[in-house]
């Protein structure tokens, strides 16, 4: 043994535990393995492998990646079927072994090495090990006795999915990756199947928690189980039964940890976090854990603390990102009903594309073929043209590309008026190639602003300003439609600007608030505005119309009303800020009602050719707030009312919200709606790329994108886009005079 050599307790003999009892042995460790199993029980069937686990495998330890290599199954295709028609994609690369065999491989490697394996036992206490040995691996599962024994510390959260799933085993090989949706009587049923070896394959069947009740799945055995799901996918399995390996209908349960280590004591694998089975990680993930800590702990030579530290510092990232991807594709699985009412290669392409991993220009390189046929049916022109450069027509207005440019409050005007850095903001922006130009919130009234930087059209000094704006942008940058997006702050107003303290009261020169309810934003700190009466919600529904009268005077080409971010119309809308007894409050109906007041006020003054678009809080992230059902409900009254497209936003409304920020993170609320009601949308929020345009747009989950802060990088985001994907269609023209700039200049000598 050499001067580091460690006593080291591993809790939990599957694949991430016994993978780190072998690299922690190959490290001259002295390891010890509590299973509570029989060496060869197992749930579930076959295991799916990436080539980048496989490839610290093989840096790691060449005998585990020699066995396992010489097992795989190994296949390229996916295999989807939808209302009959079976549509294939090619080049995405899968390996797969069976579960029992990874775990014979692994018992091989750890006896081999010395490891100390104890089957059909119990693990002393926690506190035991942590006094008996220097280092303790929580390997036990989602489950984990040893994170729940010690759940004060590492303050786990266990959220369960809203679908029940089985897994089940056919006695054959699929060729491919398989996803098959059963539209039943009782609701959709999904199938997930894939070979893990040659005479074998894994098949979940999966569905909501209602379907499966209504179908009596609930009342059930194994045995019968199996049988009414291989019943219900026959086709897929030519008839034949499937069995389980004491399987049992569950909820997929995700598991989030505040801390993963306590002491000598580190969790792994499940026991520290969950992925989603549908992208196929749980095992990926445990092993890789077991990488990264038998690295740390060899370059922390002995020092525990360190070696836990590194550990954590070095896979929290990697863990969050794919729970990230995995929670967006559990999701997509449990709304597939809002879904299989898309074209054949549209549904396809949003399946493969659900966790945001697998992209437009991602796929295109895996299967152009399969890509180019997605984007034949989308619409787009021709093969030179991306999805984001089709044009989508709202009424009377052709928009030329898909890209919106968002609504950002700049904080810049003078009593309401824009000047020259509006001009300047604004115009670049259009010259920039976006097909739509959204404006900040304009506000109606000099009391509706939420700052003193604010914006408005309440005066005809104003409209004229914004006049000199829209005749700019529509003769400098031709075919770039310039939007205007009315609002008042409500109880959010009366604030500093940004840089100087967001959501902070003025040190003086106040103005009275006005809101829904009496409530104020940030209690103890905002001042609490005056509800509303009768006379003041006349006034401000012509307060409305008359900005929306200057703002066609002034040019504008679409009118959006802010119905989100806790203004005053969203704050009829969230139960949090409307508290009213009478025919405004209660009721989501009731909610709606003046809102809608404000939208039918202001759609018959504005020119019936010019679209008008509502943009909406999808959720507040907040217990007791809008839901996502409910603002289905919210979209599809304004569209009945007129709204020609809904630009879902979310959130903003209380001060005590909690968002779960990421990549596209708001996007899944801009689908649902989209796919719920057909009426056009915008998604909005961390849309970064052109390639998550791309991939938005022809999933079916946008109609349009609004990219707001890359904007703010890249004056000339849209243009580059195009340059980035060999564009020069009429869709994004380069304006004359910045021709020359239209390729990249070199960066150096080559």
């Known amino acids: ?60 330890d060449t005998v585990v990646h020699a066995a396992l290599g010489a097992e795989f199954v190994r296949w390229d295709d996916v295999d989807v079927v939808h209302r009959g028609r079976l549509l294939t994609s ?8 069976g579960r029992r065999r990874l775990l014979e491989i692994l018992h091989e490697r750890c006896a081999g090495l010395g490891v100390r394996l104890r089957f059909r036992s119990a693990a002393p206490d926690t506190r035991a090990l942590s006094a008996s040995y220097d280092l303790v691996v929580a390997a036990d599962g989602v489950h984990s006795t040893v994170r729940e024994s010690g759940a004060a510390h590492y303050r786990p959260t ?66 019968e189980s199996a049988a009414r799901c291989a019943k219900t996918f026959s086709e897929a399995l030519h008839g034949r039964p499937l069995r389980g390996n004491r399987s049992a209908w569950t909820q997929f349960r995700t598991v989030v940890n505040e801390r993963w280590s306590h002491g000598n004591v580190v969790l792994l694998g499940d026991a520290a976090h969950t992925a989603h089975f549908s992208i196929g990680s749980g095992t990926k993930l445990a092993v890789e854990d077991a990488l990264a800590l038998a690295e740390a702990v060899g370059d922390a030579k002995g020092d525990v603390p360190a070696a836990l530290a590194a550990y954590e510092a070095e896979r929290r990232p990697a863990v969050a990102s794919t729970q990230r991807a995995a929670a967006a594709s559990m999701r997509w699985f449990e709304e597939i009903e809002g879904y299989v009412g898309q074209p054949a290669r549209q549904f396809a392409f949003n399946l493969l594309t659900r966790s945001r991993r697998v992209t437009h220009d991602n796929l295109r390189l895996r299967d152009e073929r399969f890509t180019r046929a997605v984007e034949r049916d989308f619409g787009c022109p021709d093969e030179a043209t991306p999805p984001m450069f089709t044009p989508l027509r709202l009424r009377g207005l052709t928009l030329r590309n898909r890209v919106v440019v968002s609504p950002m409050d700049m904080y810049s005007a003078e009593e309401g008026v824009p000047g020259d850095f509006h001009l300047v903001h604004l115009g670049a922006r259009a010259l920039g190639g976006a097909g739509l130009v ?37 003769t400098s940058a031709p075919g770039t439609a310039l939007g205007v997006q009315l609002g008042h702050a409500g109880r959010k107003g009366s604030t500093r600007v940004m840089w100087e303290g967001m959501d902070d ?215 580059h886009a195009a340059a980035d994907q060999s564009y020069e269609g009429p869709a994004a023209p380069w304006p004359a005079p910045y021709r020359a700039g239209s390729r990249p200049p070199p960066t150096g000598r080559g």
């Open 90 to 97: 090619g080049g995405h690369g899968f390996a797969a072994i």
């Open 158 to 223: 266990v959220t369960p999915g809203r679908c029940r799933y089985i897994w089940l085993a056919a006695d054959f090989a699929f060729e491919a990756f398989r996803f098959e949706i059963a539209e039943t009587e009782h609701g959709v049923m999904q199938l997930h199947a894939y070979p893990y070896a040659a005479d074998s394959s894994t098949v979940i069947v999966e569905m909501r928690e209602e379907v499966w009740r209504a179908a009596g799945f609930d009342l059930c055995d194994e045995t």
């Open 505 to 719: 009261p003025l040190p003086e020169g106040n103005w009275p608030l006005v809101a829904a309810s009496a409530l104020p934003y940030r209690p103890g700190v905002s001042a609490v505005p005056r509800a509303l009466d009768a006379d003041d919600l006349a006034a401000l529904r012509s307060e409305f119309a008359a900005a929306a009268v200057r703002a066609a005077d002034s040019g504008f080409d679409l009118l959006e009303l802010h119905c989100a971010h806790g203004y005053l119309l969203s704050g009829f809308l969230s139960p949090l800020t409307n508290q009213r007894d009478d025919a405004y409050g209660g009721p989501l109906e009731n909610r709606l009602r003046f809102p809608l007041e404000v939208f039918d006020a202001v759609r018959a003054v504005w020119p019936e050719d010019r679209p008008m678009t509502v943009r909406l809080s999808a959720t507040d992230w907040a217990p007791g707030g809008t839901t996502p059902e409910e603002a289905v409900r919210i979209a599809a009254a304004f569209a009945e009312h007129g709204a020609d497209a809904i630009d879902v936003s979310t959130g903003q409304v209380v001060a005590d919200e909690a968002p779960e920020y990421g990549r596209s993170y708001q996007t899944p609320y801009a689908d649902r709606i989209r796919n719920a009601l057909g009426v056009p949308v915008i998604a909005v929020g961390a849309i970064s790329s052109w390639d998550d345009v791309n991939s938005l747009l022809l999933a079916g989950r946008a109609d349009l994108c609004a990219v707001g802060r890359p904007h703010l990088y890249d004056p000339h985001w849209t243009l």
């Open 1 to 60: 043994m050499h001067a580091d050599a460690m006593r080291v307790a591993v809790v939990g003999g599957g694949p991430g535990g016994l993978y780190a009892a072998a690299l922690l042995a190959r490290q001259g460790h002295t390891v010890e393995v509590w299973e509570r199993g029989a060496p060869d029980d197992t749930f579930g069937f076959g295991v799916v492998l990436s080539d980048e686990t496989l490839g610290g495998i093989e840096r790691a």
């Open 438 to 474: 959204m404006t900040e919130m304009v506000c109606v009234s000099e009391e509706g602003r939420i700052t003193p930087g604010c914006a408005g059209l309440y005066t005809q000094q104003q409209a004229t300003a914004w006049k000199r704006i829209a005749d700019f942008v529509h």
